[in-house]
């Protein structure tokens, strides 16, 4: 199946969500199991080659393809998986429009990727009928609505951070906008009567619950457009994903709170200092599962609790006396610990090379999440069109979701 690098829209948003069920499905022993938590993955006994090639690369040679797997040229069958990936992932750019000059004081108290974000989200909002109302989201201080707001139309902006409504309120004031900020709780019951057909309804990277809260409501109260760009998929109540669409609901894809981590499992830029330390943290922690399945006798990963960064700077023995002592573990007496840490440095550069594998799967799942979200907008009686808003490298989290009722 070739597809082309445009929008999803119509049928083709049915089309793409099946062929990714499938792929999805079809290869779950490859995405599932977590290589951080099993000290063998299931799919190394079919594929050894692929498996000793991984566990042979160092840390450095993971981290430079992390953010790019299907470049890796592995034995197979990664190179054919990445290929088919890559495919069923594409989703074009949305159309853009020039959004002309506009007042420095939009951009007060906004980072500067942030406002890049925002301006790439607001120059994407392309619908049939001019919009009349806007209504953000989780809107925070507000900054993506008073950009949207900027040529009079009225604006109501819903956070639950009083601070930052007032915050928000003060800053539309002095661009004098028809603007209104409302402190709220979106998950609450009330949330509901804030909702109007004629509301432009506007998300930009609300979590989880938040987001489908929003697609919920406003497809129930027949508000005329909206525009959301998803974030968190795991930050869910409950302990699996609850699917929105027929499809989705039809899939016998079942995806728990933690699968919903992998679309979002991409190493964040960071200076070499925090890269040290996520790295630290991770090699001990490793080196500490080693141990803990010894003195246990089990082959079973046991979960730590989250320390302090400061606990990095404790000698590796104490990190890990203290570290079983909470978890009521009584250690052996005469462990080699120079040797143990080593070990746990040489199983985190196998770890993240083997996360490679998973790493194909990431963006299917994300564009498998956001399609169940499409569909379920047409099955409410909106043209869904879901494209990507901003480069990956000004966000990864840019797949945008637009909806306007027929």
């Known amino acids: 199946m070739l597809l082309n690098d445009t929008p999803l829209t119509g049928s083709d948003l049915l089309q793409r969500f099946q062929a990714l069920d499938r792929f999805l499905l079809d290869h779950q022993v490859l995405w599932r199991p977590k290589p951080f938590t099993v000290l063998e993955l299931p799919w190394e006994h079919d594929h050894p080659e692929l498996a000793a090639w991984l566990r042979s690369?160092?840390?450095?040679?993971?981290?430079?393809?992390?953010?790019?797997?299907?470049?890796?040229?592995?034995?197979?069958?990664?190179p054919a998986l990445a290929a088919t990936a890559a495919q069923l992932s594409v989703v074009g750019e949305l159309p853009a429009?020039?959004?002309?000059?506009?007042?420095?004081?939009?951009?007060?108290?906004?980072?500067?990727?942030?406002?890049?974000?925002?301006?790439?989200?607001?120059?994407?909002?392309?619908?049939?009928?001019?919009?009349?109302?806007?209504?953000?989201?989780?809107?925070?201080?507000?900054?993506?609505?008073?950009?949207?707001?900027?040529?009079?139309?009225?604006?109501?902006?819903?956070?639950?951070?009083?601070?930052?409504?007032?915050?928000?309120?003060?800053?539309?004031?002095?661009?004098?906008l028809h603007a209104r900020h409302h402190q709220q709780d979106v998950l609450a019951p009330d949330v509901r009567e804030h909702l109007q057909a004629e509301h432009t309804a506007v998300a930009l990277h609300a979590c989880g619950n938040l987001h489908v809260r929003l697609l919920q409501l406003a497809s129930a109260q027949a508000c005329r457009q909206l525009a959301v760009a998803p974030c968190c998929y795991n930050r869910i109540d409950s302990e699996h994903y609850e699917p929105l669409s027929h499809a989705a609901q039809s899939s016998t894809l079942q995806l728990s709170r933690d699968d919903l981590r992998l679309p979002l499992a991409e190493t964040v830029t960071a200076g070499a200092r925090v890269r040290r330390q996520r790295d630290g943290s991770m090699a001990r922690r490793l080196a500490f599962d080693l141990l803990q399945r010894e003195v246990r006798g089990s082959n079973d990963y046991l979960s730590t609790p989250s320390v302090p960064p400061t606990w990095l700077d404790k000698p590796f023995a104490d990190y890990c006396r203290d570290l079983a002592a909470l978890r009521g573990l009584d250690l052996p007496t005469g462990t080699n610990w120079q040797e143990l840490e080593a070990k746990g440095w040489q199983r985190l550069a196998q770890v993240r090379n083997l996360e490679l594998v998973r790493g194909l799967f990431r963006r299917p799942m994300e564009v498998w999440l956001v399609l169940d979200r499409a569909l379920f907008l047409q099955e409410r009686g909106y043209r869904a069109t879901l494209g990507a808003f901003c480069a990956t490298r000004m966000s990864p989290r840019n797949l945008l979701l637009l909806a306007e009722r027929i």
Request: with cysteine; hydrophobic share 35%; net charge negative.
């Open 57 to 78: 690369r160092s840390l450095d040679d993971a981290e430079s393809v992390h953010n790019s797997p299907e470049q890796l040229d592995a034995p197979a069958p990664f």
């Open 97 to 176: 429009t020039p959004l002309g000059k506009l007042p420095n004081q939009l951009t007060v108290d906004v980072p500067g990727r942030k406002w890049q974000q925002i301006e790439a989200f607001a120059s994407r909002l392309d619908f049939a009928e001019t919009p009349q109302q806007w209504l953000d989201w989780c809107a925070g201080k507000g900054h993506l609505g008073r950009l949207l707001a900027r040529n009079g139309k009225p604006l109501l902006s819903l956070e639950y951070d009083p601070a930052l409504v007032e915050d928000g309120q003060r800053l539309s004031d002095r661009l004098q």
